[in-house]
């Protein structure tokens, strides 16, 4: 086992990145459709594909899932992503060929390289190309993929935030059920580890020190999170056999991870969100699936952050902090 969500059986991971432009998207490939759900909590997201993903609602697989950087320009790799997977015959067939089914999320990385290239049609293809168990593991992580321009810690002003990027962590319980999270952490403000109990990543002030984005909020009560900096989107998945209401559940209390290591969370400039893949082996309960996802989309997180190394005149963990 990897301790990255590839130990999920049937789930292999893409990346494709810029890395003088600083940004990039991941694609999270299924060897066979799935079950998937979504939760969105930030109230500015840029997503593709999320309403077919309400139960109530026909299509209950998906082929993939694109987590892009580039705002809503980053949108456009989805379309690549369905580009490889027609060419290689699979989607939901309609009679007429095949329609992959391709969710996708996006956050905000403009701010950092150069905001004149974002993840396109092409980058999207190439992640989806590259997908395999080998490019899931933990060797890749920090700024790949989506992470490539992530950052977080942006309340004392982008010039004084830090790097940020992907991260992937996993768990396997005794009784065959895994859970796996990748997750591209780039939020306004900082970063918690729920173990320690220590901001291992945020805001700094005139001297580098790093502060506490909720101390900043609380002095400057009426001054607004600045919008363009934020969002964390990512993918919880498990071998659990589950409807896709459950699945839906499931993402709903994964947000449980990004709340106990991300302050503040879900604010209004945030496009937070969540996608929960279920691929159908294993019998358990969905109150089992959800707790243990959003614990190891908390390690996801940790991992996303101590992983980044510094990159656009930014610092990362690794400049405060030695292991």
């Not at 989805?78 to 956050?107: C, F, K, N, R, S």
């Not at 092409?122 to 890749?140: F, I, L, P």
């Not at 403000?189 to 320690?196: C, E, L, Y």
């Not at 993918?235 to 709903?252: D, F, G, R, W």
Request: aromatic share 4%; charged share 15%.
């Amino acid at each position: 086992m990897t301790g990255t969500i590839v130990d999920v059986p049937g789930i292999l991971v893409g990346h494709a990145q810029n890395e003088e432009t600083l940004t990039g998207c991941s694609v999270i490939m299924l060897e066979k459709p799935s079950v998937c759900g979504v939760d969105v909590r930030g109230s500015a997201p840029g997503t593709r594909e999320t309403d077919l993903l309400d139960p109530v609602n026909l299509v209950s697989v998906v082929h993939a899932i694109c987590l892009s950087g580039g705002s809503a320009y980053g949108l456009d790799a989805a379309t690549g992503v369905m580009q490889y997977l027609e060419e290689q015959g699979i989607g939901l067939d309609v009679g007429y060929g095949v329609v992959p089914i391709v969710p996708a999320a996006v956050l905000f990385d403009l701010a950092v390289g150069d905001y004149r290239v974002r993840p396109d049609r092409q980058m999207g293809y190439e992640a989806a190309q590259a997908a395999s168990r080998e490019s899931g593991v933990s060797g890749v992580q920090g700024n790949v993929g989506a992470g490539t321009g992530a950052s977080v810690g942006k309340l004392n002003g982008f010039g004084n935030a830090m790097k940020s990027g992907l991260g992937t962590a996993s768990v396997t319980l005794p009784n065959g059920l895994v859970i796996g999270a990748i997750v591209a952490v780039n939020a306004v403000g900082h970063v918690v580890d729920p173990q320690a109990g220590t901001i291992i990543a945020g805001p700094r002030d005139e001297k580098g020190t790093i502060r506490d984005s909720m101390e900043i909020l609380r002095r400057q009560a009426f001054a607004p999170i600045p919008p363009g900096t934020n969002t964390t989107i990512a993918v919880v998945a498990s071998n659990a056999h589950l409807s896709k209401t459950e699945a839906n559940k499931v993402a709903q209390m994964a947000h449980d991870g990004l709340a106990r290591t991300i302050r503040p969370i879900h604010t209004m400039y945030d496009g937070d969100t969540i996608f929960a893949i279920a691929t159908g082996e294993v019998e358990v309960s969905v109150d089992l699936v959800g707790a243990l996802s959003a614990d190891v989309l908390a390690e996801a997180v940790i991992q996303a952050v101590k992983h980044a190394e510094e990159a656009g005149g930014l610092p990362a963990y690794h400049s405060y902090f030695q292991e």
